[in-house]
Each structure stands twice: as structure tokens, then as C-alpha cells.
């Protein structure tokens, strides 16, 4: 009888596994998710054969992907779970895991396999990377919980998003690789303290925005408030200027954008922070008049 029991239980298991299997999938939303992906493995590839700054242009095309997949998938009204876990899953692999490998090998050609750095400073570049990749994994499980599918909810991200995060990253090597050795021809002093400024802040700016992905502070959805929709005709000429400054000078230009936007959401805290605090501080209007000379607050109101 506990025989049959136990079969029962079994086969009833089984049923409820079936029905969870995945039957239909969105081709073309999924296909350009696993573009990001490869894009990502890819850009490993390229930084693991010390082509840097070729891997961050894929970091960047990744991202590209990363901002269609959501937009086909809502546009033809097929949003998923399985979308959603397979785009964190592509997300880790191209924001989390390239930009790290990609700075680690990036200082490792640059000091010779850690050999000329102490080993205080070696450790902290390992951890560095270590503590990026396990913040870009906390904030892509922490927006899978959160997400919601309504296109009203995406105007804004709690956190750093992960394709900002890494696009700081690789816009600053590709700033490395390609823009700094035409420095070099010119001045060759300035380029060593460009140089020198980039590489050995590498690890700290890894480090801060990671932080900044796993924080509370608000970032605007650039695409959503910004592009989206009827605007003025005087927002599409600075749209049209902004993109001729990225053509003129990609290299610098992108990492302004990228710090900039990576540094805006914090300074708008703090300033929201310190803004509250004064006014909690200040007295309000009547507390002058209440504290004046007069001895009788009494007094005071009457005069």
C-alpha cells in the first residue's frame, strides 16, 4: 500500500513538471538576445588575444542588443519569463563577466602579469573585479523580482543598470587603446600622465560602480524620457548635434556619456541629501521671532 502511495505521489510530480516545460518561445526577441550574449564571449575572446579595444566595441554592440531584445518583444506584444531570464543570463556574460575579464587583462599587459605592482595593489584589482561581477549578478536577479511588464513602469531603473555599468568600462579602454597613443606623438609627457591617471583608477572606478549597481539611487531611462514620443523640434537638434559629436570623437565623447551618466545619478542624491538636510536644519519662520531679545515670547507677538 506505501508502494502505491509513493507511485501516486511520483506520477503526480511528473504531471506537474510537463506542465511547466517551455512549449513556444518569441524567435526573434530571443535570437537577438543571444546576439548579446555572443557579443559578450566574444568581447572575452578579443581581451583574453590583448585586442582591447575591439572588445569593448563589442561590449557596446552588446548593448545595442540588450536595448532591442525588450523593445521587439514589447512591440509585437510577446514578453516573457523565459525572455526575461535568458536576457539576465546574456546580461551577466556581456555586463558583468567581459568588462571585468576585460580590465583584468587590460592591467595585466599593461604591468607585465602583476609582476611590477606589490601585492596589496594585486589583491584589490582581483577584488575589484570579483566584487563588480557579483553586483552585476545582485542587480540583475534584484530587477528580475522587481520588473514589471508594463511599459509605463520602465521610466526610470533603481540602480545603476548593468549595460551602463559596463559601457563606463569600455568606453574608457577603448579611450586607452586608441585615442591616448595619438597622444603620444604629440606629447609624450601628457600621455604618461593620462596614461598612468587611467590605469591606476581603473580598479577604483570598477569598484564604484558596482557599488552604484547594487545601490538605491534612481537613473532615468534614457530611451523612454528622453526619445520616445512627440518632443520639440529643438530637442531633435540637439539630438542631431549630440550624434555629431559622437562621430566627430566617439572615443572621448563616449566616455563622458557614460561617466557622466554613471556619476549624475549620485550627485543628484547627494544633492537631494544635503538639500533635505539643510532644510531640516533651518528654523522655521517663526522661531526667530519666538527667540528674539524680548523675554516674553508674549511679548514678541504683540509688538
Known amino acids: 500500500m506505501p508502494r502505491i502511495t509513493t507511485q501516486a505521489a511520483k506520477d503526480r510530480l511528473l504531471r506537474r513538471v510537463r506542465k511547466q516545460r517551455l512549449k513556444y518561445v518569441t524567435v526573434l526577441p530571443s535570437l537577438i538576445t543571444i546576439l548579446n550574449g555572443v557579443c559578450g ?3 572575452i575572446v578579443l581581451a583574453g588575444k590583448n585586442a582591447f579595444a575591439m572588445a569593448g566595441y563589442l561590449i557596446l554592440l552588446a548593448m545595442i ?3 532591442l531584445d525588450g523593445r521587439v518583444a514589447r512591440m509585437s506584444q510577446s514578453t516573457s519569463s523565459f525572455g ?3 536576457d539576465s543570463l546574456c546580461d551577466i556574460i556581456s555586463f558583468g563577466v567581459a568588462p571585468a575579464f576585460l580590465m583584468l587583462k ?3 599587459y599593461k604591468f607585465g602579469d602583476f609582476s611590477e605592482i606589490e601585492n596589496f595593489l594585486h589583491r584589490f584589482i582581483w577584488l575589484a573585479a570579483a566584487a563588480y561581477i557579483s553586483c552585476a549578478a545582485i542587480r540583475l536577479a534584484r530587477f528580475n523580482v522587481e520588473n514589471e511588464e508594463d511599459e509605463s513602469a520602465h521610466m526610470s531603473f533603481v540602480g545603476l543598470p548593468t549595460p551602463a555599468a559596463a559601457g563606463v568600462i569600455a568606453s574608457i579602454i577603448i579611450f586607452h587603446q586608441e585615442t591616448l597613443p595619438e597622444l603620444a606623438a604629440k606629447n609624450s609627457h601628457i600621455y604618461l600622465i593620462c596614461e598612468n591617471v587611467v590605469i591606476y ?3 577604483f572606478i570598477l569598484l564604484s560602480i558596482a557599488i552604484l549597481m547594487v545601490s538605491r539611487i534612481r537613473y532615468p531611462h534614457i530611451l523612454n524620457q528622453y526619445i520616445k514620443g512627440k518632443r520639440p523640434f529643438a530637442h531633435l ?3 542631431l548635434l549630440f550624434l555629431g559629436l559622437i562621430i566627430w570623437s566617439r572615443q572621448t565623447v563616449l ?3 557614460f561617466c557622466g551618466f554613471a556619476a549624475s545619478g549620485f550627485v ?3 544633492y537631494y541629501r544635503v538639500t533635505r538636510r539643510k532644510k531640516f536644519l533651518e528654523p522655521s519662520a517663526q522661531e526667530p521671532l519666538l527667540n528674539s531679545d524680548y523675554g516674553n515670547p508674549q511679548d514678541a507677538l504683540r509688538h
Open 255 to 257: 566616455v563622458f556619456i
Open 106 to 108: 587590460t592591467l595585466e
Open 84 to 86: 526575461g531570464q535568458l
Open 65 to 67: 542588443a540588450d536595448m
Open 201 to 203: 583608477t581603473l580598479p
Open 268 to 270: 543628484k542624491w547627494l
Open 41 to 43: 564571449f566574444a568581447a
Open 237 to 239: 537638434i540637439r539630438v
